[in-house]
Each structure stands twice: as C-alpha cells, then as structure tokens.
C-alpha cells in the first residue's frame, strides 16, 4: 500500500509539473520572429546605450519603432514575450540563438572594419611619400664664377 502511495504521488507530481503556468496567447507570435524582434531590440538597445545621438532620428522608443517594423502591437509582443518567459529553457534557447547572431555579426563587422584600417593606412603612407617627394627640393643650379665676375663688370 505504502509503494502504491509513493508511486502516486510522483506520477501526480510530475504531470503537474509539465501543466503551463501561461496559457497561450491568442496571437502569438512565431518563435523565429520573435527571435528576430529581439535581436532587433538587442540592437537599437545598443546602440542607444554606446551613441545615445544616433538614434535621434528613429524614435524614443525603440520598442515601438521595432514593432511597427514587424507588424506586432504591443499587446501581442508582451503577451508572447511572458508566453515564451515561462518556459526557461526555450526562453533560454531563443536568447541564444539572439547572441549567436550578435557574435557572427560582430565577427563581420569587427573585420570590415579591420580592412578599412589597412586601407587608411596605406592610403596615408602613400600620401607620405607622395608629399616626401614632393618636398624633396631640386639641387640648386652651379654657380659659375666667371658669369658673376661678368655680371659684376658689366654693373660698373
């Protein structure tokens, strides 16, 4: 009777551990564009954080701007954000593959921005030689000494 007992109750335990704790919200948005709302908002987050200037011409709310960007209303995005929320795990997943994406475009632009550095310095070293050789001054022109002993005759 006593197994029968225990047997219960961790049956009954774990299915009450899988019951949502948030029902579905009626216009949830798909897991993959929520991925990409985020990256977004991870972005302009950002950027507001390192050039608060630059965003001047957006908005001052980058939330609303993204939003508007994908078709979502508030409501919808912060119904489905407690919906993904409540599930650690996926909610953990979708924050990875957020930081996955920033990693492999910070890689990009880390290298684009590498090149741009080659290419100024070798543009500057060319303009280095380009002046050092222009400042090069012709050797001056051999005096003569008789044309100014005839110079200084003919002033007399």
Do not use: G, W
């Amino acid at each position: 009777m006593k197994n029968f007992i225990v047997i219960l109750l961790v049956l009954f335990l774990s299915v009450s551990c899988k019951k949502e704790v948030v029902k579905q919200p009626a216009k949830l948005i798909e897991k993959e564009k929520m991925i990409d709302i985020m990256y977004d908002l991870s972005l302009l987050e950002a950027m507001r954080y390192q050039k608060p200037l630059s965003l001047d011409s957006i908005d001052n709310n980058p939330t609303r701007f993204v939003l508007k960007k994908y078709k979502v209303d508030s409501l919808q995005f912060a119904q489905s954000n407690i919906y993904y929320a409540s599930d650690y795990e996926s909610y953990k997943d979708m924050f990875d593959a957020v930081n996955k994406r920033i990693s492999v475009n910070q890689r990009a632009a880390d290298s684009l921005a590498k090149i741009d550095e080659k290419k100024a310095a070798k543009e500057a070293k060319n303009k280095a030689k380009t002046a050092s050789k222009d400042s090069v001054q012709k050797p001056a022109p051999k005096i003569n000494i008789d044309s100014i002993r005839e110079a200084h005759r003919n002033r007399k």
